[in-house]
């Protein structure tokens, strides 16, 4: 991939990683209201889906740091890589969820 293309797909991913980690600092403080029934903290679904929320402001902040410190040592498959870290933390959640609705 060339230089231009990945420091520009970094650079939307970055801005949108942003947005990201600002807008889920509010479910972040909402997360502990996830244990408030009886026996959910035994629940590894539960678990799981509150680690996800948690970890996901951080995540976005590790992957825009490792993006474009890859940028910088002109590691282009690197910094596309580090780019697609959070969506980790949504498949994660997003498999975690089906199972605590039904």
Request: include cysteine; proline fraction near 7%; charged fraction near 10%.
């Amino acid at each position: 991939m060339a230089f231009p293309v990945a420091k520009r797909a970094t650079l939307i991913a970055s801005t949108v990683w942003t947005a990201v980690a600002v807008l889920s600092i509010e479910p972040v403080m909402m997360t502990p209201r996830l244990f408030e029934t009886p026996g959910a903290s035994d629940s590894a679904i539960v678990v799981t889906l509150a680690l996800s929320v948690v970890t996901l402001p951080i995540v976005c902040a590790l992957s825009i740091v490792l993006s474009w410190s890859a940028l910088y040592i002109r590691s282009h498959e690197l910094a596309i890589a580090g780019t697609l870290l959070p969506i980790a933390n949504f498949l994660f959640a997003s498999l975690s969820l089906p199972a605590i609705l039904f």
